[in-house]
């Protein structure tokens, strides 16, 4: 008899009934000491739900709580019990991980929190002092999705492209490796998940020309134990794995020298039967797959999902689900293991909703291609052929010759927004979005660096200035939960949303499914039929995921609340769809009867100074718009609209004088991540740019009072 089964007859009978059951637990040394989560502890999380040990709770990533003294009949009484205010105002994406009532968290910048989870007591912070200026190299905010916990350390990945490691009782370091070579515009923003005493970490920069991989490193030690590469390198110079050799046939042309692509900076999953490590791979780099591999080629491993051993980091099978991506549709999106019967048949399976609009159902042991059928309205392919696993496209959608108003965009049908997974019902939760987006070739494209690099005409697929056509493409901006069948393949029902860009899902035994919106609310509904049980205003927009656990037999809900991440940041008045929210960033928890408040809170329109006469020079204001949208949008928003994460440059007062070049040229707010670009445009260009801001700051100021902009 080991400590683990001495230490059972003190917790719940529930939780003894169901160890009792378990074979495996015979063979786990489970510390249960505070702040600590074992493999085995991990791989046994279902069996603690007072915690959530890992970043979808669970190795299978289900996100589905069996706590159920919140219910559907009760969530009514739900209250804030505790806030806990950070000093950022940046975009909030993580997921807390709670350990024996302690939570850890990460919020913008990589930075870390530990709290007392019953009353929000800060108990330490660790400020991994991200420098200001790598934001530059950061597509979609200088976010951060979370934490993992393993045998009392923290570990967390930075946006500059560390991993390291804290003592989880005092938050010192412990150790602190860099996994990216800074040559490169890589950044972390992604989850580390802890697998047989290996840390897995990712990265992103696929928008800026990176080649994608995967590493894993000793949980102890930070020593790199494997890394993966999901695209090939130049030829010429080997191939670090036959699975590489095989995908460079896939590629033409001298896609190295853009970095191809294929970056793994969210999601993962761990079959620990199987013994199969599974990660989603994002898009190619550039977008535009006519300069990233002239002639076409299915550019493995972009947009897949592929198994690897966590050993050593083998290749054992992909499923690719965009070959030859050419529309930012990555396959990055959260990954759900479960056992459904399929066609009279028991099957381990993994279910992913990727960018592109499909929901794929495989076999996770094989990689073979169960089913698939869209979940939003599609346009670039009618159909996943069954008998070759490939999509059936419309020639129109690759975008060389003429323009293609694409379903979905760039932004996904679903992006990196958990979804949830009810393993009784077995209904999956899909946050879905329906946004348009004009594909065009930017037929002038030369790598930048820093910057964005996607061979796509941004200018061409700005928000029209005509009224008429704005409130129509304005109308077609949409965002959805999808209560989603994935054995008969299709939807049960849904609830309809304002717009995009929502958060992450989470339902629980007690038939509620909760969600934070980008209107600014923390929702509860009833998980059988999307019945609307109760809200809580956040002041906030919410794009972070739920948790549930308890603490001396009381159940709490967190959610961290936070404004953020690319579609303000890039969408400009698309991403304003949801009604105007601001950005103060919180953690809120929830347990019933809870009495805590807000500070009072509104918001206010600021005042728009006047706007600078400007010159007047429409050629150089067309001019700056080209720029804008080719430097400048994928930050401070389409069209100059911004979305309440960053300044509104039409209110900017460095419009009206030399501060402009103060900040362009002599990066002055570096630290803030606004570098100086003065390698890459030259006065001339940034006062083209100024100009076109001007333009746009004087027609917002002509039409307020008549709410036109
Ligand atoms: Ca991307």
């Given at each position: 008899m080991n400590l683990y089964r001495l230490i059972l007859p003190l917790i719940t009978a529930s939780f003894l009934a169901a160890c009792s059951q378990d074979a495996q637990v015979d063979a786990q040394v489970a510390d249960l000491s505070a702040a600590t989560a074992s493999d085995q502890r991990i791989l046994a999380a279902d069996q603690e739900p007072q915690n959530w040990l890992a970043h979808g709770r669970t190795y299978d990533e289900q996100r589905y709580s069996p706590l159920d003294q919140i219910t559907d009949k009760n969530v009514k009484d739900l209250g804030l019990d505790w806030h806990y205010d950070f000093d950022t105002h940046r975009g909030l994406e993580a997921t807390p991980i709670v350990i024996d009532g302690v939570m850890y968290v990460t919020g913008s910048w990589s930075r870390v929190y530990a709290l007392n989870a019953v009353t929000g007591e800060l108990l330490w912070e660790f400020n991994p002092e991200v420098p200001g200026e790598w934001a530059v190299n950061a597509c979609c905010d200088v976010v951060n999705r979370g934490v993992a916990v393993w045998q009392g350390k923290v570990y967390v990945g930075t946006l500059d492209g560390r991993l390291i490691a804290l003592d989880a009782k005092t938050g010192e370091k412990i150790w602190d490796v860099m996994t990216i070579d800074q040559k490169y515009p890589y950044s972390i923003t992604g989850a580390p998940r802890i697998v047989k005493g290996k840390v897995i970490i990712g990265n992103g920069g696929a928008e800026f020309g990176v080649r994608g991989y995967v590493g894993a490193y000793d949980a102890l030690t930070g020593e790199q134990v494997w890394r993966f590469y999901t695209v090939p390198g130049n030829p010429a110079d080997g191939f670090e794995t036959p699975a590489l050799e095989t995908a460079a046939k896939t590629w033409n042309g001298e896609w190295w020298k853009l970095g191809g692509g294929g970056t793994v900076w969210d999601s993962m999953a761990y079959d620990a039967d199987l013994d199969l490590l599974y990660v989603g791979v994002g898009n190619g780099s550039p977008w535009n797959q006519e300069l990233r591999s002239p002639g076409g080629g299915d550019n493995l491993y972009l947009s897949s999902i592929l198994a690897l051993r966590p050993d050593t980091g083998e290749y054992v099978w992909h499923y690719q689900t965009t070959p030859g991506e050419m529309w930012d549709y990555t396959a990055t999106q959260h990954m759900i293991l479960a056992d459904l019967e399929i066609a009279g048949k028991a099957r381990k399976v993994l279910m992913q909703a990727p960018k592109n609009g499909f929901f794929y159902v495989l076999d996770r042991e094989t990689g073979e291609l169960l089913s698939a059928e869209n979940y939003v309205d599609v346009n670039w392919a009618s159909h996943i052929d069954m008998e070759t696993g490939?999509?059936?496209?419309?020639?129109?959608a690759r975008y060389y010759d003429s323009p293609w108003l694409a379903f979905p965009n760039p932004l996904g049908a679903h992006n990196w927004h958990p979804m949830s997974y009810n393993p009784n019902s077995k209904i999956v939760y899909?946050?879905?979005?329906?946004?348009?987006?004009?594909?065009?070739?930017?037929?002038?494209?030369?790598?930048?660096?820093?910057?964005?690099?996607?061979g796509i005409d941004m200018a061409a697929a700005s928000m029209p200035d005509d009224k008429t056509a704005r409130d129509?493409?304005?109308?077609?901006?949409?965002?959805?939960?999808?209560?989603?069948?994935?054995?008969?393949?299709?939807?049960?029902?849904?609830?309809?949303?304002?717009?995009?860009?929502?958060?992450?899902?989470?339902?629980?035994?007690?038939?509620?499914?909760?969600?934070?919106?980008?209107?600014?609310?923390?929702?509860?509904?009833?998980?059988?039929?999307g019945d609307k049980l109760w809200s809580f205003p956040a002041q906030t927009g919410i794009v972070a995921s739920p948790i549930t656990f308890s603490v001396d037999g009381e159940q709490y809900v967190t959610i961290l609340a936070g404004w953020g991440g690319v579609f303000p940041?890039?969408?400009?008045?698309?991403?304003?769809?949801?009604g105007r929210v601001s950005n103060n960033s919180r953690i809120l928890t929830f347990k019933l009867g809870g009495t805590d408040k807000l500070p009072d809170w509104k918001y206010v329109e600021p005042d728009l100074p006047e706007p600078p006469v400007g010159n007047g020079d429409d050629k150089q204001a067309a001019n700056g718009n080209a720029l804008f949208h080719r430097f400048c949008s994928s930050c401070h928003g389409d069209k100059a609209v911004s979305a309440g994460v960053l300044p509104d440059l039409r209110y900017t007062l460095a419009l009206h004088d030399d501060t402009w070049f103060d900040i362009t040229q002599d990066g002055i707010l570096k630290d803030n991540g606004m570098v100086s670009f003065k390698d890459q445009l030259s006065t001339e260009q940034l006062e083209d740019i100024r100009q076109y801001v001007i333009t746009r700051a004087q027609r917002l100021k002509a039409s307020q009072g008549t709410k036109e902009d």
């Amino acid at each position: 008899m080991n400590l683990y089964r001495l230490i059972l007859p003190l917790i719940t009978a529930s939780f003894l009934a169901a160890c009792s059951q378990d074979a495996q637990v015979d063979a786990q040394v489970a510390d249960l000491s505070a702040a600590t989560a074992s493999d085995q502890r991990i791989l046994a999380a279902d069996q603690e739900p007072q915690n959530w040990l890992a970043h979808g709770r669970t190795y299978d990533e289900q996100r589905y709580s069996p706590l159920d003294q919140i219910t559907d009949k009760n969530v009514k009484d739900l209250g804030l019990d505790w806030h806990y205010d950070f000093d950022t105002h940046r975009g909030l994406e993580a997921t807390p991980i709670v350990i024996d009532g302690v939570m850890y968290v990460t919020g913008s910048w990589s930075r870390v929190y530990a709290l007392n989870a019953v009353t929000g007591e800060l108990l330490w912070e660790f400020n991994p002092e991200v420098p200001g200026e790598w934001a530059v190299n950061a597509c979609c905010d200088v976010v951060n999705r979370g934490v993992a916990v393993w045998q009392g350390k923290v570990y967390v990945g930075t946006l500059d492209g560390r991993l390291i490691a804290l003592d989880a009782k005092t938050g010192e370091k412990i150790w602190d490796v860099m996994t990216i070579d800074q040559k490169y515009p890589y950044s972390i923003t992604g989850a580390p998940r802890i697998v047989k005493g290996k840390v897995i970490i990712g990265n992103g920069g696929a928008e800026f020309g990176v080649r994608g991989y995967v590493g894993a490193y000793d949980a102890l030690t930070g020593e790199q134990v494997w890394r993966f590469y999901t695209v090939p390198g130049n030829p010429a110079d080997g191939f670090e794995t036959p699975a590489l050799e095989t995908a460079a046939k896939t590629w033409n042309g001298e896609w190295w020298k853009l970095g191809g692509g294929g970056t793994v900076w969210d999601s993962m999953a761990y079959d620990a039967d199987l013994d199969l490590l599974y990660v989603g791979v994002g898009n190619g780099s550039p977008w535009n797959q006519e300069l990233r591999s002239p002639g076409g080629g299915d550019n493995l491993y972009l947009s897949s999902i592929l198994a690897l051993r966590p050993d050593t980091g083998e290749y054992v099978w992909h499923y690719q689900t965009t070959p030859g991506e050419m529309w930012d549709y990555t396959a990055t999106q959260h990954m759900i293991l479960a056992d459904l019967e399929i066609a009279g048949k028991a099957r381990k399976v993994l279910m992913q909703a990727p960018k592109n609009g499909f929901f794929y159902v495989l076999d996770r042991e094989t990689g073979e291609l169960l089913s698939a059928e869209n979940y939003v309205d599609v346009n670039w392919a009618s159909h996943i052929d069954m008998e070759t696993g490939r999509p059936v496209e419309d020639p129109r959608a690759r975008y060389y010759d003429s323009p293609w108003l694409a379903f979905p965009n760039p932004l996904g049908a679903h992006n990196w927004h958990p979804m949830s997974y009810n393993p009784n019902s077995k209904i999956v939760y899909i946050p879905a979005q329906e946004v348009p987006f004009l594909y065009a070739p930017d037929k002038d494209f030369k790598a930048i660096r820093p910057g964005i690099n996607l061979g796509i005409d941004m200018a061409a697929a700005s928000m029209p200035d005509d009224k008429t056509a704005r409130d129509q493409v304005m109308s077609m901006i949409k965002g959805h939960i999808s209560a989603w069948d994935p054995v008969a393949q299709k939807e049960l029902w849904r609830v309809q949303h304002p717009g995009p860009w929502n958060g992450g899902l989470l339902n629980t035994k007690g038939k509620v499914l909760f969600q934070g919106n980008a209107a600014g609310y923390f929702v509860a509904y009833n998980s059988e039929n999307g019945d609307k049980l109760w809200s809580f205003p956040a002041q906030t927009g919410i794009v972070a995921s739920p948790i549930t656990f308890s603490v001396d037999g009381e159940q709490y809900v967190t959610i961290l609340a936070g404004w953020g991440g690319v579609f303000p940041l890039l969408a400009g008045e698309a991403a304003l769809k949801s009604g105007r929210v601001s950005n103060n960033s919180r953690i809120l928890t929830f347990k019933l009867g809870g009495t805590d408040k807000l500070p009072d809170w509104k918001y206010v329109e600021p005042d728009l100074p006047e706007p600078p006469v400007g010159n007047g020079d429409d050629k150089q204001a067309a001019n700056g718009n080209a720029l804008f949208h080719r430097f400048c949008s994928s930050c401070h928003g389409d069209k100059a609209v911004s979305a309440g994460v960053l300044p509104d440059l039409r209110y900017t007062l460095a419009l009206h004088d030399d501060t402009w070049f103060d900040i362009t040229q002599d990066g002055i707010l570096k630290d803030n991540g606004m570098v100086s670009f003065k390698d890459q445009l030259s006065t001339e260009q940034l006062e083209d740019i100024r100009q076109y801001v001007i333009t746009r700051a004087q027609r917002l100021k002509a039409s307020q009072g008549t709410k036109e902009d």
